[in-house]
Structures are given as structure tokens and as C-alpha cells.
């Protein structure tokens, strides 16, 4: 029973820090710079697509091809991850902010690597 209570608990927090508007807080400037990452990947993502390039993860091959779907699976992906950051940040401090910085070094690079596949397609070589 106390696992129940304690997994109720971290969702409510969750749920919390994601609503709560502190995006004055590092934790929170990180989370919108993740979901603008997030946008841009999804914009760079569809451009390369419609230029005749394809998607390079197999899992996203069925879903990149529809952009809403896809806007909405990716942002639906940084509400969980923003919300276990936040999780991370109750129990650990710093922790979470951590995690955040992580993965937006992660989405930075895979937004750069669209971005230097579109300029192939607008500078031939």
C-alpha cells in the first residue's frame, strides 16, 4: 500500500512542477529550451522530408510523415521527461536539472544534424 501512495505521490508532483509556472527557474528555462528543441526537430524533420530525405530512426518512419502526430508524440515525450526531471529534483536537488541538460545536448546535436542535411540541400557541395 505504501507503494501505491508513494507512486500517487511522485505523479502528483510531477503533474505539479510540469503546471506550476516556474519558468524563471533553471529547471524551467531547461524545459522550454527542450520543447523548442523539440519544435525545431519536428519542423527540421518534416523540411527534409518534403526536399526527398528520409528518417534515419525506424521507429519514427510511420509517424514522421505526419507532422501534427508527430509534434504531438514528441511534445507528449517532454511533458514525461519534464515531469520525471521534476521528480528527480524533489528527491535528488540538481538532479533533474541534470537529467534535462543531458538530453537537451542530446535533441541540440540531432536538431543540428537536420539543420546540416537541409544546408546540403540548399548548398550543394
Known sequence: ME???TETSAITVAAAEILR?????????ATL??????????????AILSHGGYEMNP??????????????????????VAGTAAVADHRVPRFGLLMLGVIICWYAFVVGHNIMVLLEFYIPA
Open 59 to 80: 521507429v519514427m518512419v510511420p509517424v514522421v510523415t505526419m507532422p501534427l502526430l508527430h509534434m504531438f508524440l514528441k511534445w507528449c515525450v517532454v511533458a514525461f
Open 21 to 29: 509556472s516556474d519558468m524563471g527557474t533553471p529547471s524551467g528555462i
Open 33 to 46: 529550451v527542450l520543447f523548442a528543441l523539440c519544435f525545431l526537430d519536428v519542423l527540421t524533420t518534416s
Open 3 to 5: 507503494h501505491q501512495a
